[in-house]
């Protein structure tokens, strides 16, 4: 009896030992915020140097570029050729195994902008998603070169909010614009938006927005000054953005805690109906015309949430034809 009850206890001994070999594996499978940043970091160091080999990619990854499914080794793999220096954005997401980088590199020597989501499971690659703007305005550069604090800083904890509320804050941004109503969103009182680089709310002085080549730009009316001075609040309840159909799918699906971060990768819906926008509460602007048809925008969104409020909003996007699909139905 005793010979048995010393060999069971032997052989539990060596089960937890064998437990206990496992259990280190099993925590560096888990990707914390700093393994998630680090990986980025790799992904597209590889990237300018055109091979992907030391990458854990997973079997079967998926890939796309501007929505459209690619293999490694294509898309923006193929000019990549400097990594990003001091415009970087980190949105990681331990939650969700997620990292989003929202940055400026250059590809063929000239600069771009470079929204990149990666999906992390058991230490692998299994998710790769690119939305790149090529032609970025000479207007929106200033803009590209250092990323505003509010998107880049570790806020205290008094400042956070949970997972729910920063998704809500974020999506009721969308029921904003689609709404034209201000009231629908809880944008601070200092929000500033950036599109492409290009400030286009709370501005001081003039500047030209992503509506210039419908428009004529802010030096064809005085008025328009008026308008690009208001903030987000105020800016949305002038309707200037109710040629927007409807923003669907949004997809805001990576949620940094600790920066007070929500990085998205909505489509901007356009039937092209909307001729001219009839403009609310701006003397001086009636009408905006509206001279585009029917498109889509692939679109890539960080909102800066800080007590429940939105603060910054950093946004790019790419057109498609209308209809278009995000490549992740």
């Known amino acids: 009896m005793r010979t048995r009850f010393l060999a069971i206890a032997a052989a539990g001994a060596l089960l937890l030992a064998t437990m206990g070999a496992f259990a280190p594996a099993a925590r560096a499978a888990d990707c914390d915020r700093d393994c998630l940043t680090k990986l980025a970091d790799q992904y597209v160091a590889a990237m300018v140097k055109h091979d992907p080999a030391g990458l854990p990619l997973a079997p079967g990854y998926k890939y796309t570029e501007n929505t459209a499914a690619i293999q490694i080794g294509d898309g923006l793999w193929v000019g990549a050729s400097e990594v990003p220096t001091t415009f970087k954005i980190y949105a990681a997401d331990p939650t969700s195994k997620q990292v989003g980088l929202y940055c400026v590199m250059k590809e063929f020597d000239k600069p771009i902008i470079l929204a990149l989501r990666l999906k992390v499971e058991d230490g692998k690659i299994t998710e790769i998603e690119h939305v790149v703007v090529r032609d970025i305005r000479p207007a929106g550069m200033p803009n590209l070169v250092t990323p505003r604090a509010g998107l880049v800083q570790t806020i205290p904890p008094a400042q956070r909010v949970s997972r729910d509320e920063m998704y809500r804050a974020a999506d009721s941004y969308f029921d904003s614009i689609e709404q034209s109503n201000g009231d629908l969103a809880p944008y601070a009182d200092d929000c500033v938006r950036h599109e492409n680089g290009m400030q286009t709310t709370t501005n001081t002085a003039p500047r030209p927005t992503p509506l210039d080549s419908a428009t004529g730009g802010p030096g064809s009316n005085p008025a328009f000054a008026k308008l690009g001075a208001l903030g987000c609040h105020d800016s949305m309840n002038t309707r200037i953005l109710s040629?927007?159909?409807?923003?669907?799918?949004?997809?805001?699906?990576?949620?940094?805690?600790?920066?007070?971060?929500?990085?998205?990768?909505?489509?901007?819906?356009?039937?092209?109906?909307?001729?001219?926008?009839?403009?609310?509460?701006?003397?001086?602007i009636d009408t905006v015309p509206m001279n585009f048809g029917p498109i889509d925008l692939q679109a890539a969104e960080i909102f800066a949430i800080r007590n429940g409020k939105i603060h910054e909003i950093e946004a790019m996007g790419y057109l498609l034809p209308y209809n278009a699909k995000t490549g992740w139905e």
């Open 243 to 284: 040629y927007i159909t409807k923003i669907r799918p949004r997809r805001l699906i990576i949620i940094d805690e600790e920066r007070g971060l929500v990085f998205g990768f909505p489509m901007f819906v356009h039937r092209g109906n909307v001729r001219q926008i009839k403009v609310v509460g701006v003397p001086g």
